[in-house]
């Protein structure tokens, strides 16, 4: 899958990025990213915390115009948080590459899962 999306043009990849939903919001997301937040906290924000998550996730896109990514498995809302505001400070090129290896993580965790009888 990874070598797919590699050898993809980068329009392709940009579709990919931005047909992932924003992270933590309560849009409709598949069980897998359900399963996945939830196993995070981000379904259990404080108002907060919810508020500060729409704010930054919106900063993100207005900057880099495809959603935060992030493979949340083994991870938790406050370093979920922090990396979402370090990651707005870098520059479109970079954070475009940092976002598919992201998509490369979450597959990987998926597949794992899968393997593992997990899902």
Do not use: C, W
């Amino acid at each position: 899958m990874s070598a797919e999306v590699a050898a993809a043009s980068t329009a392709e990849q940009l579709a990919l990025l931005r047909a992932h939903p924003d992270l933590g919001t309560r849009a409709k997301v598949s069980p897998s990213s359900a399963n996945e937040q939830a196993g995070v906290g981000l379904d259990r924000l404080t108002a907060e915390e919810f508020d500060r998550l729409l704010r930054l996730n919106q900063d993100y896109k207005d900057k880099f115009t495809f959603p935060f990514l992030y493979a949340v498995k083994g991870s938790d809302k406050n370093a979920i948080l922090a990396a979402l505001e370090h990651r707005l400070a870098s520059t479109p090129d970079a954070e475009f590459h940092e976002a598919l290896r992201q998509v490369y993580r979450i597959a990987r965790f998926r597949l794992e899962s899968i393997v593992e009888g997990q899902t």
